[in-house]
């Protein structure tokens, strides 16, 4: 696999395409697709400071994984932090909504004690 094909490959797995990806990097839209053997040192500069998980050593060499692993592990960390916030508002809501409903219930309850005590 080429350079080029690693890059595109890597542009699919960010989910952009090759037109916005040369956007983000500052090249023109037919970059990627002009690309002959390899990358210049600007513009491999301008990929690592846009796309910090990308693995330049597999970009240019094919060794290694696509993504960094300390990329990867963030990644993962704050999907889980994400998971583990939206389960502490569901719980929070719920507990209020407790709160109201007990809330509820105690004033129904002082009301039938009025009314038995009257």
Known sequence: MSVKERLKTFIRYRGVGERQFCRTIGVSESFVSAMRISLQPDKIASIIHQYPELNINWLLTGEGSMIQKSHARLKEAKTTIHVLNDLIDSREERIHI????????????DSLHKKTHL
């Open 98 to 109: 407790l709160e109201e409903e007990n809330t509820a219930l105690k004033r129904e309850i």
